[in-house]
């Protein structure tokens, strides 16, 4: 393993970004969709999960301290299998890059740029993410999260403290009758799929200086990025109403542009879009990384940041093969995020890994008294 290394707070604050970055663009949306004003139990069942999920990935990584997924699955599964079961990650990976791009570049044109092209603020992003891996990969990452994830904290924090007086608890209730247990369930759905984007501890895992510090982080950002994230859904609620969040493609952030406070703090919409704007960078930058790493050990390549290169080239190219802003969110989470990626790389794949662990562990000891 390289001398590229992350601390415990760094994995803290790249978990944390991971999990907020689009959920709070994204996830909110899709779930009052889906649950109306019982939407923020669905956030709460999304968390639960994830914690789950984020216990599971920590038990494998932790058994495997200096390897990475690439390599634990090869150990658990042998070479061809492991090879095989592992693919599915990268496409994974690869499509949230594209995606991932063209999501926050639609969403910097909307509320800041509306006049610059697209495929302009798109190269914008890559080329910052191809910068940052170029000179030290994840380590660059990590200390740039240092400094982007508590301004990420403190920005919601401010919007939900902030829209407070504009919130009518009246608008919460009532509680599951308008919905009922499948609506609120099938609500979880999309911000469980983007809290499970833990997973991605497998491959960091290796890269840190006290690897058991990564249970600590992974957990500790699960549960604060759950609670913000519930806060966030009761504020969108309180301050529109289900029906009218509805109608919104962003609608914590039309929060944003309701804050005045003695006419002295207002305006914070540009404040906001650029923070979430690095916030995604960080997140894009994370997974160009990973799938490059990862793909020059499946490989056998020894430069990872040659294969950056076409990474980044495939990227742009997924970014640009949605047509509209409807299909890089709701076809994007709905079709591909829900559908495949959550029961397959969030959960079905990490499961197998974690029961071919216990059958090998037992193996073993069998062995061992045998003996």
Request: proline share 3%.
């Amino acid at each position: 393993m390289q001398q590229i290394k992350l601390s415990g707070i760094q994995l803290f604050w790249i978990i944390f970004i991971l999990q907020n970055a689009l959920t709070f663009l994204l996830g909110i949306t899709q779930a009052i969709k889906e649950a109306n004003q019982d939407a923020w139990i669905s956030i709460l069942i999304a968390g639960a999960a994830a914690l789950i999920m984020a216990w599971i990935y920590i038990h494998i990584g932790l058994n495997f301290p200096n390897l990475t997924l690439v390599e634990i699955c090869q150990r658990l599964l042998g070479k061809w299998l492991g090879k095989i079961i592992v693919l599915p990650f990268f496409i994974k990976w690869i499509i949230l890059i594209g995606g991932d791009l063209r999501n926050s570049s639609d969403f910097t044109q909307l509320l800041l740029f509306d006049r610059t092209p697209l495929w302009v603020l798109i190269i914008l992003l890559l080329g910052l993410t191809v910068y940052v891996n170029y000179q030290h990969g994840v380590e660059s990452i990590g200390r740039c999260s240092e400094i982007i994830g508590p301004m990420l904290l403190v920005i919601i924090l401010i919007i939900f403290i902030f829209s407070f007086t504009s919130m009518d608890i009246h608008r919460l209730f009532p509680i599951y009758a308008d919905s009922g247990t499948m609506a609120i369930f099938k609500g979880s759905f999309t911000p469980m799929s983007l809290l499970g984007e833990s997973v991605i501890v497998l491959m960091l895992i290796p890269f840190m200086t006290k690897p058991e510090e990564a249970k600590k982080g992974i957990i500790f950002a699960t549960i604060i990025s759950t609670v913000l994230i519930t806060l966030g859904v009761i504020a969108v609620i309180l301050t529109f109403t289900p029906e009218l969040a509805n109608s919104m493609r962003y609608p914590f952030f039309t929060l944003s542009g309701f804050i005045s406070l003695m006419e002295f703090i207002q305006n914070l919409d540009a404040v906001v879009v650029i923070i979430w704007f690095f916030s995604v960078f960080i997140k894009i930058a994370l997974y160009v990384f990973i799938t490059s790493y990862g793909l020059s050990q499946l490989l056998g390549i020894k430069n990872w940041r040659k294969i950056m290169w076409v990474i980044a080239v495939i990227g742009y190219i997924l970014s640009l093969v949605f047509h509209n802003v409807n299909d890089a969110t709701l076809g994007f989470l709905r079709i591909y995020k829900v559908n495949i990626d959550l029961p397959l790389t969030d959960i079905g794949i990490p499961i197998v890994l974690l029961v071919m662990l216990y059958i090998k562990k037992r193996w073993k000891r069998i062995g061992v008294n045998r003996v």
